[in-house]
């Protein structure tokens, strides 16, 4: 097996495969909450679990804007002495699902692209009867990533609430990485 299937590396070129896919678009990198202000001093709030890749997209209307938030769990390959293991079937789903509790219009599960179809075929089957709002996004031994499923909208998704975890992330972020546009910096959403 090949070392660009280990997770780091899926991350590194799914980040860097978006972010210039998306050039109008907030991203954050390993995201996992915000600082904020109280009386006795600054204070943290956490995600129940941390945004891989958050993406933050802006559509702007005749007399709206409507904000959607991307949400990507990465899983690749772990190495164990020479040996290289695969995720686990299904590996990453339940954390993007947390990802759509946390917010996120719409999940991905990124991983390195299985070799059997019907491996692949049971991982779509059993988003569509059980995670019908998690997409999946294979990386494939070319180098490319291929939307093997696509997500179904998070109905529970609120602007109110995306608007306030952009400005989290715009002014007081937990993170390792973030491309912030102008109209992020300037709250043009």
């Not at 040996?83 to 954390?95: A, C, L, N, R, V």
């Not at 779509?124 to 999946?136: M, S, T």
Request: proline share 3%; net charge neutral.
């Amino acid at each position: 097996m090949d070392e660009q299937f280990i997770e780091k590396n899926i991350h590194d070129k799914l980040w860097d495969y978006l972010t210039n896919l998306h050039r109008d678009d907030c991203f954050a990198r390993n995201w996992k909450g915000w600082t904020y202000r109280t009386s006795e001093g600054r204070d943290k709030s956490f995600f129940y679990r941390e945004f891989d890749i958050a993406r933050f997209h802006r559509i702007k209307r005749d007399h709206t804007t409507e904000l959607w938030l991307h949400g990507y769990e990465v899983k690749g390959y772990t190495k164990k002495v020479e040996t290289y293991y695969e995720p686990s079937f299904g590996h990453g789903i339940e954390q993007a699902l947390v990802l759509l509790f946390q917010g996120a219009d719409y999940a991905y599960v990124v991983i390195p692209e299985p070799k059997d179809n019907d491996y692949k075929n049971d991982l779509k089957e059993f988003c569509e009867k059980f995670a019908r709002n998690i997409g999946l996004t294979f990386f494939t031994e070319h180098g490319t990533f291929w939307d093997f499923r696509k997500p179904e909208r998070n109905i529970y998704a609120t602007m109110d609430r995306k608007k306030k975890m952009l400005t989290s992330l715009i002014t007081m972020p937990q993170l390792s990485e973030i491309i912030s546009p102008v109209w992020a910096r300037k709250h043009e959403y």
